[in-house]
């Protein structure tokens, strides 16, 4: 006799379970989703222990009439789609048939509904596939769907359930996903009888984010909406101050779908590229919209993947929108005070204030005495009157602003409302990086021979980095030849670098970059990013590594007119607040914040 055989439709309905149902949280996911495909409002879901003891979804959607009550248990069994063709452009969240019956496999489940159109409600229970019959019974309109003992006769499957506090995250996330994606709904998830969440649909996203997330968060997102070519994309991009240490935080929605995509991933990634250190990821609310023929969802069985026709374009409008509009925005960094609670934190909030009150009393002591005697950087600001006409009674320019170099690292200077800390490194970094970018896209960096050739030792290794990146070596403006056998010496190097001053800070004492240590640093950093990174991050790195070098260095004493170059070209700078590698350039100590502090208001 043959071994193969047909599999009862129970076994079947188990192991598609598997498919779409570990843990509690996933019975969460398909019933949410079924109730915002029948148009619900209004989603209550209700849990005990973790969803191990009782998953509960009610809704006040469409509902069901009694012949479909009786089906929608049965596997492959859905209203969503009817033919291949629909497949093509699938706008409802399911369309499988498959979620109800793989969940009444694998536990006790009661459904009750009703439709709008219907005198009363009927109700159907299922035991791990076993159905009763449809009976009528009394409720409001729409429909519940309550979930017990999940996996009972499978202890395997039981055992790894994790502690209630586990699940219960795992089913926090998935309610929060389908809460941002539906901001219109009325929800509330409780546990064990207490109320977790209830959020109003007539809340906006933000303070829904607020409930969901925090305050913080909240308050730190930037807003962004385009529209181009069909699609639209509406972004609430989390400021570098709340960025994270993994991805979790990044919640990217398709038409209303939760999903995990990597070229969008990449896109983000691109887009906060130079605002945030490498190893930290945004926290990111990305909403899309776009033709539902223009991608497959067909694809995994959570539909958590989705596969988009034109991925490129995708990518390239999604890292447009996104980079604009956080290279357009100030992302200075505010200085974070804490909210004086506790007495721990109290004292800690006193002995800033304190340092604070310190620091203006000194200042204003500078201020005052230069008021009565001017100082030599006065007559630089004013240079159209002479030395000579400048007299104690002058009062400086409204607009002169004071500042003044601490632990020979940072700049303490006044701004409109309140004043700044800049990290004198990471600011004139940013800054050469700029003007390096600029010259580099305008064509190649100008470079000056060296009087005396600086020689290195030539390696297969590094000969095999000097082939493949000659163009790189062209356009920086470095010239090496052979210099006898395995040797190889720097002709010629920029002058941006090797220049006594550097050119956009003229008036800096700016230490040179040696050529020989800079080649060689660059063909390390060649040979170890170099086959990763394509052409353009290459250079980009290659960039930063040169800014880095180039500019001035925390201990370096700076002196007023080389503070005010430094100032004049932050002006100057399109994106000062961060350096070339993400991190903050400049700490915003605004006035409200500190009269907050010093408990003026
Ligand atoms: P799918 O969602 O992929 O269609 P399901 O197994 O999740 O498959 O549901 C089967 C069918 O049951 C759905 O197509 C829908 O017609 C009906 N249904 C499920 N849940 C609800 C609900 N909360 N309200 C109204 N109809 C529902
Ligand atoms: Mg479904």
Do not use: W
Not at 178 to 202: C, F, P
Not at 235 to 260: C, E, H, M, W
Request: aromatic content about 6%; some cysteine.
């Amino acid at each position: 006799m043959g071994q193969i055989a047909t599999l009862d439709q129970n076994i079947i309905n188990m192991i598609a379970a598997g498919e779409v149902i570990e843990r509690p949280a996933n019975v969460v996911k398909e019933l949410m989703e079924n109730s915002i495909d029948a148009g619900a409002t209004k989603i209550t879901v209700s849990i005990e222990d973790g969803g191990r003891k009782l998953i509960s979804v009610a809704d006040d959607g469409s509902g069901m009439e009694a012949d479909d009550l009786e089906h929608a248990f049965d596997s492959h069994t859905t209203s969503k789609i009817k033919t291949s063709k629909d497949l093509r452009g699938i706008s409802t969240l399911g369309f499988r048939g498959e979620a109800l019956a793989s969940i009444a496999s694998v536990a006790q489940v009661k459904a009750v509904s009703r439709t709008k159109d219907s005198p009363g409600a009927n109700c159907i229970e299922i035991d791990c596939g076993n159905k009763s019959s449809v009976s009528p019974c009394s409720t409001d309109y729409g429909t519940t769907v309550q979930v017990r003992d999940l996996f009972y006769k499978l202890p395997a499957r039981r055992k790894f359930l994790k502690t209630a506090n586990t699940e219960m995250g795992h089913i926090t996330e998935h309610f929060t996903r389908v809460a941002l994606a539906n901001g219109n709904l009325d929800m509330t998830l409780i546990h064990n009888g207490k109320e977790l969440y209830r959020l109003s649909g007539k809340q906006d996203i933000r303070q829904r984010i607020a409930e969901l997330f925090s305050r913080e968060i909240s308050d730190n997102l930037i807003e962004n909406e385009s529209k181009e070519r069909g699609l639209h994309i509406f972004a609430l991009l989390g400021r570098p101050d709340i960025s994270r240490t993994n991805n979790k935080f990044q919640y990217v929605f398709l038409n209303g779908r939760f999903i995990r995509d990597k070229f969008i991933s990449h896109a983000i990634k691109e887009a906060y590229r130079g605002s945030l250190e490498p190893n930290r990821y945004p926290v990111i609310f990305l909403f899309i919209q776009m033709p539902y023929e223009d991608y497959d969802v067909n694809v995994h069985p959570t539909k958590i993947e989705v596969r988009f026709y034109n991925a490129n374009l995708l990518h390239s409008q999604i890292l447009g929108a996104l980079r604009e509009k956080l290279l357009g925005t100030n992302l200075e960094t505010q200085a974070k005070f804490p909210a004086a609670t506790d007495s721990a934190r109290l004292n800690r909030g006193q002995k800033i204030t304190d340092a604070m009150a310190e620091f203006f009393k000194k200042h204003k002591t500078i201020q005052s005495q230069q008021q009565l005697i001017p100082t030599p950087k006065k007559q630089f600001n004013v240079p159209h009157l002479g030395a000579e006409q400048i007299t104690k009674t002058q009062t400086p320019p409204q607009s002169q602003k004071e500042f003044l170099q601490i632990q020979d690292s940072f700049i303490v200077a006044e701004a409109d409302d309140g004043f700044v800390v800049i990290d004198q490194h990471a600011l004139h970094e940013r800054i050469i990086y700029e003007e390096l970018s600029r010259r580099v896209r305008m064509g190649k960096l100008e470079s000056q021979k060296l009087l005396i050739p600086e020689s290195f030792e030539l390696t297969d290794a590094v000969a095999d980095a000097l082939k493949a990146n000659a163009k790189l070596f062209e356009k920086l403006g470095i010239e090496l030849a052979p210099f006898g056998p395995k040797t190889m010496a720097v002709q010629a190097f920029p002058t941006l670098l090797a220049g006594p001053h550097f050119a956009i800070s003229r008036k800096m004492e700016t230490p040179n970059v040696a050529p020989l240590d800079f080649v060689r640093d660059l063909i390390d950093l060649i040979i170890d990013k170099g086959t990763n990174l394509d052409a353009e991050r290459l250079l980009d790195e290659v960039l930063n590594m040169a800014a880095c070098k180039a500019a001035i260095k925390a201990g370096q004493k700076l002196n007023d007119s080389e503070i005010e170059q430094l100032l004049a070209d932050r002006e100057k700078a399109e994106y000062a607040s961060r350096c070339p590698h993400g991190r903050p350039t400049t700490i915003k100590f605004s006035t409200a914040e500190l009269e907050k502090q010093f408990k003026r208001t």
